[in-house]
């Protein structure tokens, strides 16, 4: 069975600090990956997304990264966090870009 | 861009009611995937259908592609249905995918 695991669950960070989300996918061979973000009370934007490892697209520019180290791994990054950062991220794969969607559990960022 | 919107934004039922809740979407979509928010945020997958009717349990995704319309409707409510429901439009390209969520609705199940 597939698996999705995120970390951390939960981070509280300082403005202008680092930032690194990971996400691990197991049970699933060369699936694509997707960030997306969710402010407070907002809708869920999708940031990246990654067919394969080592390219990663940029969907929307939230002075973010991305990359894609292993075929099972995703990492959200940036050197510099902001205010605006704040919210909840959530990682997911899917077989196929035509097929359905698997999220991870997510992890809540609060930038203080 | 691509848009879905969702109505009602706030839906509250008694226990036993059915609820129907509607997405609209602005452009093609090659399927429809609902989904169920949890109040910690993640997210259960609930149906997924392109077009037509697919039925799990007391769920019933309707997806009228050619009219960029989608339902979900919910028979006999449960006071644990209560949450944050996603309707989410798949728009692929030959590479990727990118799934567009709407707002949400808001479902408050009450005794």
């Known amino acids: 069975a597939q698996t999705i695991h995120q970390w951390p669950v939960a981070e509280i960070k300082a403005v202008g600090s680092p930032l690194s989300l990971g996400c691990t996918i197991k049970?699933?061979?060369?699936?694509?990956l997707y960030w997306y973000w969710q402010a407070t009370g907002g809708t869920l934007q999708q940031l990246f997304y990654?067919?394969?490892?080592?390219?990663v697209e940029s969907v929307v520019q939230l002075n973010l990264s991305a990359s894609r180290p292993k075929d099972d791994q995703f990492i959200l990054s940036t050197e510099k966090l902001l205010l605006s950062h704040s919210g909840f991220y959530l990682c997911?794969?899917?077989?196929?870009?035509?097929?359905?969607?698997?999220f991870g559990s997510g992890t809540r960022l609060l930038v203080i | 861009g691509q848009q879905v919107q969702q109505s009602p934004a706030s839906l509250v039922l008694q226990e036993g009611e059915n609820a129907e809740l509607q997405c609209n979407f602005s452009?093609?979509?090659?399927?429809l995937q609902w989904f169920y928010q949890r109040p910690g945020g993640s997210l259960v997958s609930l149906l997924s259908?392109?077009?037509g009717t697919k039925h799990t349990g007391r769920l019933t995704s309707t997806t009228v592609t050619k009219e960029r319309r989608g339902s979900l409707h919910i028979s006999s409510s449960q006071i644990t249905d209560s949450g944050t429901y996603l309707c989410?439009?798949?728009?692929?390209?030959?590479?990727?995918?990118?799934?567009?969520f709407g707002q949400g609705t808001s479902l408050s199940v009450v005794p």
């Open positions: 989410a439009m798949g728009a692929a390209s030959s590479s990727f995918s990118k799934l567009v």
């Open positions: 452009s093609t979509a090659t399927r």
């Open positions: 997911a794969w899917s077989l196929r870009g035509d097929s359905d969607y698997t």
């Open positions: 049970g699933k061979s060369s699936p694509n």
């Open positions: 990654s067919i394969t490892v080592g390219q």
């Open positions: 259908n392109p077009s």
